[in-house]
């Protein structure tokens, strides 16, 4: 009976999230942004084709610099679904602002001086959908990008800039422009020029009605994907409250919702856990990551009313990460608050527990003047546990 038990340890709440839940479809990774000899690529189209069958992809996108490769035959079943890579020029900084235009039948009719959302018009006539490219190595600034109309997504990982460069990754990026409410999805791409450099270093699982054109374009546009450089999800759920997550082994687990609200769950003895649950083990004996060595696989974090949204980003020992969609409130809770007092008790809940230095709140008080009081609803830094007794005399910068 104990054994039994023991095989059936946290089954998923009802009600799973998309891309998990119980629609019928296909998984499928996919290769979204790469470069063939026809732009600066090092593979010819027909040898980029090969190279992407035989590392197990299933969709591939050319999406060589301002100008459509039209997809080359070849003896497997990997799926071309088209694509190109528009040079835009930033608004503010003036540097490059390159848009992924996936899935276009043929080149958008699009020039440098266009503006993102007059690019992203474009692309969708033209069949496909825009996503923003490698906007950490571009130099955007999050503030000359306010207008996201018809832009599906961005980059979160772009594995080219980040072996060339270290800046691959755009997770600030996009916090900013989710706290906006900009909803972006985020994909993660090789960005393929050089074989052998950056190959295979980033992907995004797509899970499609079927294996086409039409049904990944519409998988994307629907935010039906995660992006992943590592760690695969294998199940997202909600039961109004609570989101419980499960996932393939990894060290550590965040959830995150607009700066500077979240909490993340670390494998190993040493990290406590705030407003979130490890699994326990399949023997039922102790929870997951409970001493140095184990690993994670899921976790269920406790809904917090005031987050606009909640994204979860998961790391594997490697430090390879996975990142999934943004979760916005409607889908994970059925509380319904005034924004004032839900995001006044998020913050109040989330770190219920944080005393505040010595003398802060008189500091507070005396500085505001005749603004009367106001509630705290952000972390101390470095005591975000609440250790800190008070009177003590330590404080943190």
């Not at 992924?100 to 018009?121: F, K």
């Not at 009605?209 to 994307?220: F, T």
Request: net charge neutral; charged share 20%.
């Amino acid at each position: 009976m104990a054994r039994q038990q023991a095989t059936q340890h946290h089954p998923l709440p009802v009600r799973s999230i998309a891309p998990f839940d119980d629609a019928p479809g296909v998984w499928l990774r996919c290769a979204l942004h790469t470069h063939t000899t026809n732009s600066d690529g090092w593979l010819p189209p027909a040898m980029l084709r090969r190279y992407h069958a035989v590392a197990g992809y299933d969709v591939l996108a050319i999406t060589d610099h301002d100008q459509f490769t039209a997809p080359p035959d070849g003896p497997d079943d990997l799926l071309l679904i088209g694509g190109a890579e528009l040079s835009l020029r930033a608004p503010a900084s003036c540097g490059p602002l390159h848009v992924l235009a996936i899935g276009v039948t043929g080149m958008p009719e699009a020039t440098r001086e266009m503006s993102l959302t007059e690019a992203a018009r474009t692309i969708r006539a033209a069949g496909g959908l825009p996503f923003v490219a490698h906007p950490v190595w571009s130099g955007l600034r999050t503030e000359e990008l306010d207008d996201f109309s018809g832009v599906a997504g961005i980059e979160i990982f772009n594995a080219g800039c980040e072996v060339e460069q270290g800046r691959g990754h755009a997770n600030a990026h996009w916090d900013i422009w989710l706290a906006k409410g900009h909803r972006l999805g985020g994909i993660a791409t090789d960005d393929l020029h050089t074989p052998g450099f950056e190959s295979f270093l980033g992907w995004t699982m797509v899970h499609a009605r079927e294996k086409s054109r039409v049904a990944v374009l519409e998988a994307l546009s629907q935010g039906r994907y995660y992006a992943s450089a590592g760690p695969r999800i294998l199940g997202l759920a909600s039961d109004g409250e609570r989101l419980t997550l499960r996932t393939t082994p990894v060290q550590s687990i965040a959830c995150l919702a607009q700066a500077p609200h979240g909490t993340q769950i670390n494998a190993g003895r040493m990290h406590p856990t705030v407003h979130a649950e490890r699994r326990r083990t399949p023997d039922d004996q102790i929870r997951e990551g409970a001493t140095d060595g184990d690993l994670l696989t899921g976790a269920t974090f406790t809904w917090l009313p005031g987050a606009r949204f909640l994204r979860l980003v998961l790391t594997d020992p490697a430090g390879r990460m996975a990142w999934s969609n943004p979760i916005w409130a409607p889908v994970i809770s059925t509380k319904e608050k005034s924004p004032a007092a839900a995001a006044s008790s998020f913050g109040t809940k989330l770190f219920a527990r944080a005393t505040p230095p010595p003398g802060h709140a008189e500091r507070n008080e005396a500085s505001r003047g005749e603004a009367g009081p106001r509630e705290r609803t952000t972390p101390w830094r470095g005591d975000p546990f609440g250790t800190r007794r008070a009177g003590s005399s330590t404080s943190s910068g």
